[in-house]
């Protein structure tokens, strides 16, 4: 398998360089005092800037009508910027308008982020995607599955780590299906307890019933929420340490973090509307860290983990994964089968990697084959597309028109894509 393979290598690796590399390559970061924004004529990466425009009159036009407070809209393409502006104001009643700098909830859009960290773990030895969950979190050993009289009974396949990372976990998110049985058991199981650590979190999760057997059907899910608490086993610290030391710290994305300090609230964003229970406050930790929803972080600084992703796992120099990690994390991992058999599948032409929403159809998705993505509750999306080697990065607060907005950065940005 292809963590057995590198961890062979890395150890062989390790060996033959000794401790010297290893001190070198962990000090190696990227200048946070350096954009990551390198802006490229429009025309010349083969957009039509008019068409361009048109997203450019649309974001406005939803500002000017109330709609939004603002956003922030991304798009290159062979590295460089073709298209970058804020639009209105951080939130309602601000003056500050939007920048790059702004700060936003990126909810789910973590969930790539620790699965990065999950996979440099594989690449030391010390996670194994194939391995059951229970190696990790011994809890996991004894799982059960709902069933529709409203008992459950014992599961008869293992959770494998790539499941959680995959969404074939067997786990929900209660919040797509309130009201349905198993939804008004997990809320009273604890599902929406954020006093605990990841670990213990995971620990009040394993006592839950699945939906499904692990490996059978796709369901968004805690399942990185869980993840999070593998990898701090894995780790052996904290989640946000471990995501500081392996991906943000070494990128530069100086303002990417779980919780953010105090003297940074004039940058943070605010929805036009209200959402109780979902817009948390940034400057409020609490014990829980979520890997499925818990960061906040800018456009410039989100745009550096992207950069490295359209990098194969490299930015300006250092290098964050593998090449063939990075293949790995986007290898489906569903069938015609499994994305039947669950809820809130991306959509037609796609599957689901370790980590990432796949195009597999680019005649029915707009992104071209291979595309890897995704997006957070509140509307922020990011792509990578290397068939055209297209990138974006979308920044908002306003989830009730998340879809909506993924219709539209797809009809903008590849209307524009004229050669």
């Known amino acids: 398998m292809l963590n057995r393979f590198l961890s062979a290598r890395s150890a062989a690796v390790a060996v033959a360089v000794g401790l010297a590399f290893a001190v070198t390559a962990e000090a190696k970061t990227v200048d946070p005092k350096t954009s990551s924004i390198v802006r490229g004529d429009a025309a010349a990466l083969g957009f039509d800037p008019a068409k361009l425009d048109v997203a450019r009159a649309a974001l406005k036009a939803d500002v000017a009508s109330g709609k939004i407070a603002g956003a922030y809209l991304l798009v290159g393409r062979h590295g460089k910027v073709a298209f970058q502006e804020g639009f209105g104001v951080q939130g309602p009643g601000q003056a500050a308008p939007v920048s790059d700098e702004t700060i936003f909830r990126i909810f789910s859009m973590t969930k790539p982020v620790v699965s990065v960290v999950a996979m440099t773990l594989v690449e030391e030895g010390k996670l194994d995607v194939d391995a059951p969950v229970s190696k990790y979190l011994p809890e996991y050993a004894n799982l059960s599955v709902w069933q529709a009289d409203g008992s459950s009974v014992p599961a008869a396949k293992p959770m494998l780590v790539r499941h959680l990372m995959s969404h074939t976990s067997g786990l929900i998110y209660g919040f797509i299906t309130p009201t ?9 199981g604890g599902e929406n307890r954020n006093d605990l650590t990841a670990r213990e979190y995971a620990k009040v999760i394993a006592k839950l019933p699945l939906k499904n057997e692990p490996g059978t059907a796709w369901n968004y899910s805690r399942s990185t929420d869980v993840l999070g608490a593998v990898v701090e086993v894995a780790g052996k610290k904290p989640l946000d340490v471990l995501v500081k030391e392996r991906v943000t710290g070494p990128l530069g994305m100086t303002d990417t973090a779980f919780f953010q300090p105090e003297a940074k609230r004039a ?11 979902v817009y948390y406050d940034y400057a409020k930790p609490t014990p829980f860290l979520s890997a499925g929803g818990g960061l906040s972080s800018t ?12 990098g194969d796992g490299e930015y300006k120099g250092v290098r964050i994964l593998k090449k063939e990690t990075l293949a790995r994390m986007r290898q489906d991992e569903t069938t015609p089968e499994i994305r039947k058999a669950g809820l809130f599948f991306p959509g037609p032409g796609m599957g689901f990697g370790l980590g990432f929403s796949l195009v597999n159809d680019d005649t029915l998705q707009r992104p071209g084959n291979g595309t890897f993505s995704w997006w957070g509750i509140a509307g922020t999306e990011f792509w990578v597309d290397p068939k055209n080697d297209v990138f974006m990065v979308f920044m908002v607060q306003a989830r009730e028109l998340a879809m909506e907005y993924q219709r539209k950065n797809r009809t903008w940005i590849y209307d524009a894509l004229v050669k």
Do not use: N
């Not at 349905?180 to 009273?188: E, H, L, R, S, V």
């Not at 940058?267 to 229970?277: L, M, N, Q, T, V």
């Not at 456009?299 to 359209?310: H, I, P, S």
């Open 180 to 188: 349905a049985p198993i939804a008004k058991a997990w809320a009273a």
């Open 267 to 277: 940058r943070f964003a605010e929805p036009a509307k209200g959402d109780a229970g």
């Open 299 to 310: 456009t410039e600084d989100y745009l550096r983990f992207v950069l490295m992703l359209a």
